[in-house]
């Protein structure tokens, strides 16, 4: 019966989706697919001498509204001034739409841009914003017909290639050839033009090149000359990367990132590119022509995915009925499963002589195993808030990972209520059982604790970026970094990591879990976690390994609630160095002290967006040449409870979520001021 009802619901599924598959040609051959992109937000630079000239502002509104309501139609680029009562007043502003971009797209990224520079550069005398799809800028002083090289952003996919001698050779060859033709205007969109070489058989190199319309071609191929020559600061041996300077910009990818543009389209200053001009035009065949030649193979492909179904299925009938329920689903780490008796027998009956340490979900003891190889092992309390699928979730995800900053997972056993994880051992135990001990943090000069910051900073990028899977670990603290026999941090305890897709960045919970004083205030306070959420976690730790304190041990002392305030009132005093442990005054060095401060404090900004993404904090920590934003205040938390001594450490729920899928791929350097 219930087979019955199975093939039903499939064959009402099918239907559907057939259905969806028609429509979705029908509309193609109609040329009305709608567009459902949206403005993918990059950089801004606002000029840091700001005004407090009402009139200025008053008339920097009236820029910025004129740039937004002329982003109709099909205009790509459009300047514009807005005279002031006196010259100091004057403001011009323009704005670009990248040239394959369509029109109704390049209006909403004008817009949200505009928005933007109104709300956080309103009293900046000149700012430039760049997204994906479109740049805005406005200035006190006339830039147009102007070549301007400063401020300059550059973005890079940070996979490398593998012969990256032949691949730049290729590049350049290209990258100019493409410039070449944006600045002569000889095809296509007045300065802007994209080529494709091929790397090989099976792969091929894209590039784009774009100055403002409003610039000679010779001026145009002298600015993009310039970005051609900033690509080995930005990207050099990376698998794609793009510079932007205020008036061109230049992009590769092994990809194709750009749409097809309709030839000899134009944009110059207040003209427009024909409505169809980011499509590939109509095929001239008919809907129903299309239908015939679809329909039968979409219907003998559904069948043939109905087919493999089914006997998927079956198979996973008999292989549940072979395991039995306690396997959990976990077949892809089978292999690692130990004996319970083996874990028994390694740990002497978990005895309290073999006892590590006590976490939220369970008890850590050291084990040997018959080999000598001696293990960690998590033995997970029956009472805890983990269960089976907390505990399944911290297998699939650490048996994924392989990074020398993540602790290894060797295996796990599962017996009647038992659930325990086998991990590599680590001698040195947790960071914070060295860090915050008045005599074992001497151990910990400058040179290691800076190592540490960086370690901890790969591990985390790698499980944001450079996995097989994105993850947020949700609870990074000093007592889930662990130190191996040379001091090297391992990130551990993922139970309550959450596994997102690689274009998948944010989510959002009703129960929460991690650490208090470690949560990001959107996630605490609303449940939102995100990339950026491991971000704050790592900047209360960079500002605990500095300071040698908790940040709880601040609670109504030291003339501040917390760590944060502490570290923001010495900030802004201008004094950062008292900060630092006392112990590291012999071994630091200043610089890179005051700098790891800055980036502590860049983590923990309010605003998410505000935070810089992992992999421009480990280029921060590993360049001292690239230039930090001026961090914001960061976020306070309000205190709570009615015990004036009561610990910030308090121990939340796991919880199923809803995700939020956005995009994010690079990473950034930037340049803010000429030189």
């Known amino acids: 019966?219930?087979?019955?009802?199975?093939?039903?619901?499939?064959?009402?599924?099918?239907?559907?989706?057939?259905?969806?598959?028609?429509?979705?040609?029908?509309?193609?051959?109609?040329?009305?697919?709608?567009?459902?992109?949206?403005?993918?937000?990059?950089?801004?630079?606002?000029?840091?001498?700001?005004?407090?000239?009402?009139?200025?502002?008053?008339?920097?509104?009236?820029?910025?509204?004129?740039?937004?309501?002329?982003?109709?139609?099909?205009?790509?680029?459009?300047?514009?001034?807005?005279?002031?009562?006196?010259?100091?007043?004057?403001?011009?502003?323009?704005?670009?739409?990248?040239?394959?971009?369509?029109?109704?797209?390049?209006?909403?990224?004008?817009?949200?841009?505009?928005?933007?520079?109104?709300?956080?550069?309103?009293?900046?005398?000149?700012?430039?914003?760049?997204?994906?799809?479109?740049?805005?800028?406005?200035?006190?002083r006339s830039f147009f017909s102007t070549v301007d090289t400063r401020p300059r952003l550059g973005l890079l996919n940070t996979a490398n290639i593998s012969n990256q001698e032949s691949f730049m050779h290729l590049l350049f060859q290209t990258i100019n050839q493409t410039a070449d033709e944006a600045a002569s205007f000889s095809i296509g969109v007045k300065n802007y033009a994209t080529n494709k070489a091929n790397i090989s058989g099976f792969q091929s190199l894209y590039c784009m090149a774009q100055c403002t319309p409003d610039l000679s071609p010779q001026d145009c191929r002298s600015c993009l000359s310039g970005v051609i020559g900033d690509l080995p600061w930005c990207c050099q041996g990376k698998q794609g990367g793009r510079v932007l300077y205020p008036s061109c910009n230049v992009r590769y990818e092994l990809y194709p990132f750009y749409r097809t543009i309709t030839p000899n389209t134009t944009i110059s200053p207040n003209s427009t590119i024909p409505p169809n001009s980011g499509g590939g035009g109509s095929s001239g065949i008919s809907a129903g022509t299309i239908v015939a030649i679809v329909v039968p193979i979409v219907v003998a492909v559904l069948l043939f995915i109905v087919g493999i179904c089914f006997l998927s299925k079956r198979a996973r009938k008999k292989n549940d009925s072979a395991q039995g329920k306690t396997a959990y689903d976990i077949t892809d780490v089978e292999s690692l499963q130990f004996d319970f008796g083996t874990i028994e027998a390694a740990t002497n009956k978990f005895s309290a002589d073999n006892k590590l340490g006590e976490g939220g979900f369970g008890t850590v003891y050291k084990g040997t195993l018959p080999s000598g190889q001696e293990i960690a092992v998590k033995r997970l309390s029956k009472s805890s808030g983990q269960g089976a699928e907390e505990f399944k979730n911290e297998v699939v995800v650490v048996a994924k990972l392989q990074h020398r900053n993540l602790v290894r997972l060797l295996g796990f056993c599962l017996q009647g209520e038992e659930k325990i994880l086998v991990y590599e051992y680590v001698p040195n135990k947790s960071l914070d059982y060295i860090l915050f001990d008045p005599e074992k943090q001497r151990e910990l000069d400058w040179t290691r604790r800076y190592k540490i910051i960086a370690g901890i900073a790969r591990g985390?990028?790698?499980?944001?970026?450079?996995?097989?899977?994105?993850?947020?670990?949700?609870?990074?603290?000093?007592?889930?970094?662990?130190?191996?026999?040379?001091?090297?941090?391992?990130?551990?305890?993922?139970?309550?990591?959450?596994?997102?897709?690689?274009?998948?960045?944010?989510?959002?919970?009703?129960?929460?879990?991690?650490?208090?004083?470690?949560?990001?205030?959107?996630?605490?306070?609303?449940?939102?976690?995100?990339?950026?959420?491991?971000?704050?976690?790592?900047?209360?730790?960079?500002?605990?390994?500095?300071?040698?304190?908790?940040?709880?041990?601040?609670?109504?002392?030291?003339?501040?609630?917390?760590?944060?305030?502490?570290?923001?009132?010495?900030?802004?005093?201008?004094?950062?160095?008292?900060?630092?442990?006392?112990?590291?005054?012999?071994s630091c060095n200043p610089n890179e002290v005051i700098r790891s401060i800055h980036i502590g404090l860049l983590c923990v900004q309010e605003d998410p967006a505000d935070r810089p993404t992992m992999a421009r904090i480990v280029l921060m920590l590993e360049s001292d040449t690239v230039t930090l934003p001026t961090p914001k205040q960061p976020a306070f938390f309000p205190q709570s409870g009615t015990d004036p001594n009561m610990p910030k450490e308090l121990q939340f729920d796991q919880s199923t979520t809803k995700s939020i899928p956005i995009s994010v791929n690079e990473m950034s350097i930037s340049e803010m001021d000429p030189r």
């Open 1 to 140: 019966m219930n087979l019955v009802m199975n093939i039903s619901s499939m064959a009402a599924s099918l239907k559907l989706v057939l259905l969806f598959i028609i429509l979705s040609f029908l509309n193609l051959g109609t040329g009305k697919a709608q567009e459902l992109d949206s403005p993918v937000y990059l950089y801004q630079n606002c000029s840091t001498n700001t005004t407090g000239n009402s009139a200025y502002q008053l008339d920097l509104r009236t820029l910025l509204g004129s740039l937004s309501s002329n982003a109709t139609g099909t205009t790509k680029f459009y300047n514009t001034t807005v005279a002031g009562r006196s010259p100091s007043d004057t403001v011009f502003g323009l704005f670009m739409c990248r040239g394959d971009v369509p029109s109704q797209l390049c209006r909403q990224c004008v817009v949200n841009a505009t928005q933007r520079l109104r709300s956080q550069c309103s009293r900046s005398k000149r700012a430039v914003i760049w997204y994906d799809e479109c740049m805005v800028r406005f200035s006190n």
């Open 460 to 586: 985390i990028q790698y499980l944001h970026e450079d996995s097989r899977l994105r993850i947020i670990h949700r609870d990074l603290k000093a007592s889930n970094i662990l130190l191996d026999g040379d001091m090297i941090p391992k990130i551990s305890d993922f139970g309550m990591a959450r596994i997102f897709g690689v274009d998948q960045t944010q989510g959002n919970t009703s129960r929460i879990v991690g650490t208090y004083g470690y949560m990001a205030p959107e996630y605490a306070m609303h449940g939102e976690f995100s990339v950026k959420s491991d971000v704050y976690s790592f900047g209360v730790l960079i500002l605990e390994i500095i300071s040698g304190k908790k940040n709880s041990s601040f609670y109504q002392t030291d003339g501040a609630e917390d760590l944060l305030s502490y570290t923001w009132q010495l900030w802004k005093d201008g004094k950062p160095l008292e900060l630092m442990d006392p112990i590291l005054r012999e």
